[in-house]
């Protein structure tokens, strides 16, 4: 079992920056892959950006340029530093986890990661 919670959302304005926190407890599997997605009221989650053992990473189209996933495997800690936010940007920011480092296409899809968190909220005023 893997136990993910996530830290520093916030509320913030357009133009800001924020870095969101999960640090994973339990079994740490050596191939493995992390995620964020987010989901936004009345709107189905989505995948942001994710990461696999291997470092390779993927990002949506919609963040490309603002976000930037990264993980500090001592810590046990995946990070997501967001800049430029945009109102669009408000969503409840989910951290995932997954036992196999899944090929980059599919980092973005829910189906590789059995691990999920309880969420931050990201809030972004105009």
């Known amino acids: 079992q893997v136990q993910l919670v996530e830290s520093g959302g916030g509320s913030v304005q357009a133009g800001g920056s924020l870095r969101l926190s999960c640090v994973a407890s339990?079994?740490?599997?050596?191939?493995?892959?992390m995620g964020w997605f987010r989901q936004a009221p009345g709107k189905e989650r989505e995948g942001v950006a994710g990461i696999n053992s291997d470092g390779v990473t993927n990002y949506a189209d919609s963040v490309k340029g603002r976000f930037t996933i990264s993980q500090d495997n001592a810590k046990k800690t995946l990070y997501l530093q967001i800049d430029n936010l945009k109102p669009e940007d408000t969503a409840m920011y989910y951290c995932a986890a997954g036992a196999s480092s899944y090929p980059q296409s599919w980092l973005l899809s829910p189906l590789p990661y059995p691990y999920w968190g309880q969420g931050t909220q990201v809030t972004v005023s105009s």
């Open positions: 339990g079994y740490i599997y050596r191939s493995y892959c």
